[in-house]
């Protein structure tokens, strides 16, 4: 374990004799870095026990001279801004990191993660081989005995309880294809019980946007707030969880002199860059929203022409803000009124606005609230598909838009189609199964056509009674690929589970801790995935920019790609060869390629059908025709197309759309990226909410329709019979009607066309194949049509439960779900400060990763608690002490005070990434030798309670209780 050093002494460094070196001029500077790349390597080797050190066998030193150096493309495998990589490799290792500086993305920028990733191909915590747990010790195992040995308990498991008691926990560090293999592979195995990472990060975002305009994703890009004249962040902390995203913010603040406004309970480091930080009660958004639209509305600021032309139901949403008076908002979010009213103003002088958000505004139990709030504000303000406009909205994970794009999710298919009967039939065309076949390797059709249960809540599929659940038997076998599970809430209720499972299968790069919080002594196994370094696919970065990476260096020790474990159990449950019918196996391992070409010949709902490997590896290969604001080429191969074909990127490969830089910018021809909002909803509202029309209306080129648009103003989306009633489907050709027929005849639509000639003749009219509608701002389906401030269920402030309450208990995602029985209970005179949660610069997800690079680890050695200085001083502790965090639920940590004023009085923030204690035991022990992290300490999610989004159940990180007590 590393330890800081604290005396105070200066020492020289382990790059001293290299330095000196450089400086007497007998070493250059590519035989510097090349060094200094060793000298990490030795350290890490110096810094572990015998089991952690390769053998001469494992890993060669790069030639002084001789081999060339090749240079190959990839991307960070860290967070979703996308930062480009440029891989020196010598021999086979990869011995150097060049800034990618042509990247229109990070433009040569990392942030610490990103400086640090090539540790990933070489560390020497890594996992090296499959191993089992046996009488409580570790042993190896080879892939054959484990494949074998895993299959034969999960066949025995499907045979008496059913498809549905094993779980395929997916993830967001998959490449797409990757992704898109693996929600395949659940389909195939017959459940729905499978999920990633955007579950318990942006699952409420994607269903909040998505039931507003069309899309679940980030409208803009990071590179497009150059042209911001205002930035508005919510509940984000950009300058630690997306560094990188910061420098385009910090662009704009200085090239444009942009108001930067931060709305975040904590002074962050983000917060420290803002010209305006509205510091908010956490979960209290809503009530801070609607207290800027009190201001706007009130002094008539709203863009009237745009609401008329392209927004319903905003007057339902005025109603609702007549509520919020600044009185009313000071009360419940102790902001006060006239700096909303300066909030607004300025937005409201300084347009465009881009508005970005993160987690802060996610992991609530109005989650998809919040996010439906923030579009709403923008939409008042007229800024929505606009350059420099937009809602971006900043993602965790290096490919966590991608996998949510593949569907890796307990609710829907790979594009969102859902899980109806024709989206069933749909990707059973697609993949060329019979339908009737891959319905039977479900339990019942009910089943196949039912949610299964998200991660954040997969322990109680183990603990509930049977008799709770809604599909035939208890969980029994369960496994984590590629996600660690100190990320999600209630962590003791998760020991319980691993307890009582049968089975459970971890796949990752480095042992999680999955592996060690629970008392097993046998039934599990553990198998090395190869880091995405290690193979090659496309990854979609927050921008929805796909980029091609290459492979940098072969899978180190025994590790195997994913897509080729995926194929080794495919084969083991006996159904290898429809999974891949039309993907090339070389030997065991998948053709990356074939799986792209198979996506494209299905996603067509969001445009993952123009993006062929080819299009993929040009514009990789040519970063530097590409703007470093619009995205856009200029000259070059790649002339006209914006960078990483950002989906939608409409029809076929050969199409050669450009792609889609800003979401629902009808200022451009849709054959150049251009599109009005998408005809989701129908084309009138339902009566109950005093109806009205859905679709775009007013009759202006660039405004209502998109530039170049044959139908001059809104429209439904397209099918068959819409091509024949406008007379357009003479423009088919035979081979596209003929596919068209197959389908359903005039009742195929764009989004189930395999041929994609709906598509194409929709674009050669000038119009978007998804039509064009209106926004809502009224969500009849959901809990909340009109977002509404609700109290948290753990919450100190019971003046305000009767007046703002919970929801009533109910059922969700086939398990019961609680609301109001918690929140009646009141804690607080016990728990008297609130609880918040986040994310660290140094680290990332669960930590598993970066705890395991030495350098990220040195960085942040302790794990701690924020404590205001009035609360240490009242509770007596001070700034170092070591303290107990306890929340109401029983969960308690063992932490570092770390007193700030960073956190208002009555609040208290942790990180979660830390693992390897628990509840102030060490459990470092159970660890295989020379694996886990370099650092340990308790992860924040011991203590984080129970609270779960009442659309997508994402949890409740944000908003808790707890009580300090030293230690």
């Known amino acids: 374990m590393l330890r800081k050093r604290s005396d105070g002494t200066a020492r020289g460094t382990r790059f001293a004799p290299v330095i000196a070196n450089l400086a007497s001029g007998t070493i250059d500077r590519r035989t510097f870095l090349r060094r200094s790349g060793l000298a990490a390597a030795g350290l890490g080797v110096a810094s572990v026990p015998l089991m952690g050190v390769r053998s001469s066998a494992e890993t060669k030193a790069p030639a002084e001279s001789g081999s060339p150096v090749q240079v190959k493309n990839s991307v960070c495998t860290f967070c979703a801004v996308g930062c480009a990589i440029k891989a020196e490799v010598q021999d086979g290792v990869w011995i150097r990191q060049a800034p990618a500086f042509d990247s229109p993305i990070n433009n040569g920028g990392y942030c610490a993660k990103g400086a640090a990733v090539r540790d990933e191909t070489n560390s020497v915590r890594r996992l090296r081989y499959p191993m089992k747990l046996v009488g409580g010790k ?39 294809e990757q992704a898109y293999l693996f929600r395949k592979y659940a389909a195939f195995w017959g459940s729905n019980n499978t999920d990633h990472q955007a579950r318990i990060c942006h699952s409420s975002t994607v269903a909040g946007v998505a039931n507003t305009w069309g899309y679940g994703a980030m409208t803009n890009s990071f590179p497009d707030m150059h042209n911001s004249r205002a930035i508005i962040t919510f509940g984000g902390n950009p300058a630690e969880a997306h560094p990188v995203s910061m420098l385009h913010i910090l662009k704009a603040k200085e090239q444009n002199n942009a108001a930067f406004i931060v709305v975040d309970p904590r002074f962050t480091r983000t917060a420290a860059h803002a010209t305006e930080h509205v510091q908010s009660r956490p979960g209290t958004d809503i009530a801070v929203i609607w207290g800027i639209l009190w201001h706007i509305f009130e002094n008539e600021w709203e863009d009237k022409e745009y609401i008329r032309q392209r927004v319903w139901g905003m007057d339902h949403i005025r109603e609702e803000v007549r509520r919020w008076t600044p009185e009313e908002v000071e009360r419940v979010s102790g902001v006060p009124g006239s700096q909303l009213r300066r909030v607004a103003r300025t937005l409201v002088t300084s347009k465009p606005v881009c508005l970005t958000w993160t987690l802060g505004m996610t992991q609530h139990t109005i989650g998809s609230s919040n996010t ?26 290096d490919n966590v838009q991608g996998a949510t794009d593949m569907g890796v999710l307990c609710h829907t298919l790979p594009g969102y189609y859902g899980l109806s009967t024709g989206a069933w039939k749909h990707w059973s065309r697609v993949w060329d199964v019979d339908y009737e076949w891959l319905k039977g390797q479900f339990a019942d059709q009910k089943l196949m056509e039912t949610a299964g249960t998200p991660v954040s809540r997969w322990y109680e599929l183990v603990l509930q009674d049977k008799k709770d659940i809604d599909q035939p038997d208890n969980l029994r076998a369960m496994v984590f690929w590629g996600h660690s599970v100190n990320s999600l809430t209630r962590l003791p209720e998760h020991w319980k589970a691993f307890d009582k499972l049968e089975l459970l299968v971890l796949v990752d790069p480095y042992v999680p801790l999955s592996a060690i919080i629970n008392d097993r002594t046998d039934g599990v196994y553990m198998l090395p995935a190869a880091s995405q370094f290690e ?67 299905g996603l067509w709902t969001i445009g993952y059908t123009g993006q062929s490997p ?22 070059g191969p790649c002339d006209g197309e914006y960078y990483g074909l950002p989906w939608p990127c409409w029809g076929t490969p050969e199409m050669k759309h450009p792609g889609t830089p800003n979401l629902y910018d009808p200022s451009k021809e849709v054959s150049q990226g251009g599109l009005g909002f998408r005809a989701r909803f129908g084309v009138e509202a339902p009566k109950e909410w005093g109806g009205g029309n859905l679709l775009a209306e007013g009759g202006v080129e660039g405004s209502t329709y998109p530039l170049g648009s044959e139908i001059k103003d809104g429209y439904p989306e397209f099918t068959m019979a819409m091509l024949k009633k406008l007379g357009w489907d003479k423009d088919l050709t035979d081979a596209e009607r003929a596919a068209i027929e197959k389908v359903a005849g005039d009742k195929t639509n764009w989004k189930t066309d395999l041929s994609g000639g709906i598509q194409r003749v929709a674009v050669k009219h000038g119009c978007a194949p998804f039509g064009n509608a209106k926004a809502r701002c009224v969500v009849w389906g959901f809990p909340d049509p009109i977002p509404v401030h609700r109290e948290p269920l753990y919450t100190p402030r019971r003046d305000l439960v009767a007046d703002y309450p919970t929801y009533e208990d109910t059922r969700m995602y086939r398990l019961p779900i609680k609301y109001a029985s918690i929140q009646k209970q009141d804690f607080s005179k016990e728990f008297p400060l609130v609880l918040s949660s986040g994310c660290l610069v140094e680290q990332e997800g669960g930590g598993a990763k970066s705890f395991a690079n030495i350098w990220l680890a040195e960085l942040q050695q302790n794990m701690f608690a924020q404590i205001n200085p009035r609360d240490a001083n009242n509770i007596g502790i001070k700034d170092g002490d070591m303290v107990f965090v306890e929340s109401p639920e029983g969960g308690s940590i063992k932490v570092k005070a770390r007193v700030s004023e960073t956190v208002a009085r009555g609040n208290v923030w942790v990180p979660y990434h830390f693992g390897g204690h628990f509840q102030g035991k060490d459990l470092s022990g159970k660890y295989p030798d020379g694996t886990g992290p370099y650092v340990m300490g308790e992860s924040g999610n011991i203590i984080m309670t129970y609270g779960y989004d009442s659309v997508t159940n994402i949890q409740e990180n944000k908003v808790s209780i707890c009580r300090i007590r030293a230690a």
Not at 140 to 164: F, H, L, N, T
Not at 553 to 566: A, G, L, Q, T
């Open 138 to 176: 570790w042993q190896r195992v080879s892939w054959d005995q484990a494949i074998g040995e895993i299959g034969d308990q999960m066949m025995k498991i499907r045979k008496e309880s059913g498809p549905d008691s094993v779980y395929w926990l997916g993830s967001a560090k998959h490449s797409n």
């Open 372 to 397: 439906r709030a923030m579009p709403i504000l923008q939409l008042a303000l007229g800024n929505v598909g606009k350059e420099g406009g937009g809602t971006n909205i900043f993602r965790g994970h």
């Open 535 to 601: 193979t090659t696919g496309s990854v979609t970065a927050s921008n929805r920019s796909l980029q091609w990476r290459e492979k940098v260096v072969e899978p180190i020790f025994e590790s195997k790609p994913d897509h080729e474990i995926m194929y080794l159990f495919a084969q083991k449950f006996g159904y290898a060869d429809k999974l891949f019918k039309n993907i090339k196996v070389n030997g065991s391992e998948p053709f990356i390629d074939d799986i792209l070409r198979e996506m494209n010949r």
């Open 614 to 635: 080819e299009r993929l590896r040009l514009h990789m290969q040519n970063q530097q025709t590409f703007d470093k604001t619009t995205l856009r080429a200029n000259g």
